[in-house]
């Protein structure tokens, strides 16, 4: 378990992170996302250790970073933005190197060869490394962090650089650690957090404002559900038999599609599914819906929202908006 307490970092007059604090749970995929510049990478060296804060603590397993860095350094799997290779060695003897660095206390050659065999590196595995595409370059970052098999896994960055192929095979990589180990995966790539991780943190000129599971963060910052709809049939009956919905807080027509087809924007309450009861409401009146899907705000649009609004002092938590 990885957990940050009023952490703050100052470059002179400059407050790169302000008093931020969050609890990654074992076995959990952490998403921290942000804007360049918003204090990501920053964050991420203070709970490494790598720089120290000016204030707050960094507890790793029961392990605080400042009061104990060696042991708590000894639970963390680190993989920077620019992984930190050795390139005119070949991946083994760089593993190897880094096996020793690290003073891991596993069988030497087998640990190594199963960490190649999971990020599938073993038939580059005489290969110097400078020859490597940057691909094999990141698998090869990945490997040296998960030597010792550290219960903490920090990505920063991690498919920077890479083509869609690659992209998804460290995605795949890194939902299959999550079930192994608490991973935190620092982005500023939308599409990459959503796809990979169980929640997510939002962090916006040093502070944290969103928190919360990937599937319900764009309901947290609106505070209500959408669901879109394209139904054939007259519009006022339409909308009169959806707004009996007790749920249903509001109903507008969004766009005529035919003369007898429109399409529909519905909001109802958090927490609440109206699916079955908007289906069973048009059976009544025969109208077939065409077509129905969730209208939340993508994750694009929730994320200008939040890092727009930092200014005003918008904080989304689990729960809603403070």
Do not use: W
């Not at 927490?271 to 409401?281: H, M, P, S, W, Y």
């Not at 930092?310 to 989304?316: D, F, K, L, P």
């Amino acid at each position: 378990m990885v957990e940050v307490k009023n952490l703050s970092k100052f470059y002179g007059d400059i407050r790169a992170v302000d008093d931020i604090s969050f609890t990654v749970e074992t076995g959990e995929v952490l998403g921290f996302l942000g804007p360049n510049g918003a204090g990501k990478s920053t964050t991420m060296n203070m709970i490494t250790g790598y720089i120290s804060s000016t204030s707050g603590t960094v507890t790793i397993d029961g392990c605080e970073i400042l009061d104990d860095p060696k042991k708590t350094k000894q639970k963390i799997g680190y993989l920077p933005e620019i992984p930190p290779l050795y390139v005119d060695m070949t991946v083994r003897k760089y593993l190897e190197f880094m096996f020793d660095l690290k003073k891991v206390r596993l069988p030497k050659k087998e640990h190594i060869e199963e960490v190649m065999r999971l990020v599938r590196i073993s038939e580059q595995s005489e290969r110097i490394i400078k020859n490597l595409s940057k691909g094999f370059r990141q698998r090869v970052g990945f490997a040296q962090a998960l030597l010792g098999n550290p219960p903490v896994l920090i990505l920063d960055e991690p498919t920077v650089g890479l083509d869609p192929k690659q992209i998804i095979e460290i995605r795949k990589l890194i939902k299959s650690l999550g079930k192994k180990h608490t991973v935190i995966f620092s982005s500023h790539v939308l599409s990459e957090i959503s796809a990979t991780c169980d929640r997510i943190i939002v962090i916006s000129n040093g502070k944290i404002v969103a928190d919360a599971k990937t599937d319900e963060l764009s309901t947290s910052v609106s505070g209500e559900q959408k669901l879109a709809l394209q139904i054939e049939g007259i519009s006022a009956n339409i909308i009169s038999a959806i707004k009996k919905i007790p749920a249903v807080t509001r109903i507008s027509k969004t766009q005529d599609m035919s003369e007898n087809t429109a399409k529909y924007m519905v909001e109802y309450e958090k927490g609440t599914d109206i699916r079955k009861e908007v289906f069973n409401a048009m059976a009544r009146i025969d109208c077939p819906i065409l077509d129905m899907q969730s209208g939340n705000e993508t994750l694009e649009d929730m994320f200008l929202k939040l890092t727009s609004s930092v200014q005003s002092g918008t904080v989304v938590e689990k729960g809603g908006i403070n």
